[in-house]
């Protein structure tokens, strides 16, 4: 189970981004219409701007709670009345055939809710990561999007962007020779105490929730495996502040072909946001990693290089997603990436708390 399915993965995500043969390109001029449910910063300063980008994607509606940031959206977009939805209206975005993909802005506690919503109003659903606050919770997910007959996208974007891609490939095959280990590690010194992601009922957890999980991937596309035994521990400089959840964890995972990655995530400091590969025959990754823009790839070989023109990561993903729906064909990153991730958090956590290494559990 360990190494196949992520490599089914990596295979199907690399069909959604190609033309030709294997996956037909989409009717010229052909877009979906996209709802954003949740408008804080990353929809204001990411998304909503990424979809003036895409080809295969326009934003056609919007939900929140708060009416003045409707008004905002609906002046600035040219969004009609009728395409706007708050939390309790939101049901009704079932009725709007403008609607054709949901995507899933919200904090972590809210998206299983509103996942299973969107599968019942027969929309296509898109989620930001982490994709929920639990495995069971990713389940369930699922198996609500299966039964309405609807793809789910998990929204990690770095599986879309070329330096990654390009490293992916590197391990893959094997052009430094096997992989023996990995470092990886994301962070930031987070601000205001009370934003809801330093509350442990929306959040889930602190930083390995918000950042950590981009490391974790990483390890993951690398070896192209599933942990199976993962070993960690926890530092809380400010246990005020980081009363509820996670300020800085580190920890090490055991992949079934003997490679190991040591991996940490912080809320407590900036200058982590990178990955190391250590091969057989020399080294290759990134610094930074997982930023919005001005990712850097290296290799300790000169005449090997990781080096692309910047993509707009957002713009990118929801092509993909787009294309897949519009081409009939299955997305990847899904719902069961998001549980995969999910189940080695939880193993983290379950080791935190038990003070020994803890089993990943299978899927």
Not at 89 to 111: C, G, Q, R, W
Not at 112 to 122: D, H, I, L, T
Not at 342 to 349: G, N, T
Request: hydrophobic share 40%.
């Amino acid at each position: 189970m360990q190494r196949r399915p992520f490599l089914a993965t990596l295979g199907a995500t690399a069909a959604a981004m190609t033309t030709g043969a294997r996956a037909q390109e989409p009717a010229a001029g052909k877009k979906l219409g996209w709802a954003l449910v949740g408008l804080g910063s990353l929809s204001k300063n990411q998304i909503a701007p990424a979809l003036q980008k895409t080809k295969h994607a326009r934003l056609a509606a919007i939900v929140t709670g708060t009416p003045a940031k409707a008004t905002e959206w609906k002046a600035k977009y040219a969004i009609p009345d009728s395409h706007v939805y708050d939390y309790e209206t939101f049901d009704k975005i079932a009725e709007n055939p403008d609607v054709d993909v949901i995507y899933i802005v919200l904090p972590n506690s809210m998206h299983e809710e509103f996942v299973v919503r969107g599968a019942k109003a027969g929309k296509h659903v898109f989620c930001e990561k982490p994709m929920a606050n639990s495995a069971e919770e990713c389940r369930k997910m699922i198996a609500a999007m299966k039964a309405a007959g609807k793809q789910l996208g998990v929204g990690y974007r770095c599986q879309f962007e070329p330096h990654h891609r390009e490293c992916m490939r590197l391990a893959k095959e094997k052009v430094f020779g096997p992989l023996k280990f990995i470092e990886a590690g994301f962070g930031f010194q987070i601000g205001d105490p009370k934003q809801w992601r330093l509350r442990k009922e929306l959040a889930g957890g602190g930083a390995l929730m918000d950042v950590g999980v981009y490391a974790l991937q990483a390890c993951r596309y690398l070896t192209g495996e599933e942990p199976v035994e993962i070993t960690a521990q926890e530092v809380k400089t400010d246990p005020v502040k980081f009363a509820e959840v996670d300020e800085t964890i580190s920890w090490s995972m055991k992949f079934p072909s003997g490679v190991v990655a040591s991996v940490m995530t912080t809320y407590a400091f900036n200058g982590a946001n990178f990955f190391t590969a250590i091969c057989e025959k020399g080294r290759f990754g990134m610094d930074p990693a997982y930023s919005y823009d001005g990712l850097k790839g290296w290799t300790s070989k000169p005449d090997v290089k990781i080096e692309f023109p910047a993509v707009d990561h957002f713009a990118t993903e929801m092509d993909a997603f787009s294309e897949a729906i519009l081409n009939g064909k299955p997305f990847a990153p899904a719902g069961e990436e998001g549980l995969r991730d999910l189940l080695a958090v939880e193993a983290i956590y379950r080791s935190i708390k038990d003070g020994k290494a803890a089993k990943v559990e299978a899927m």
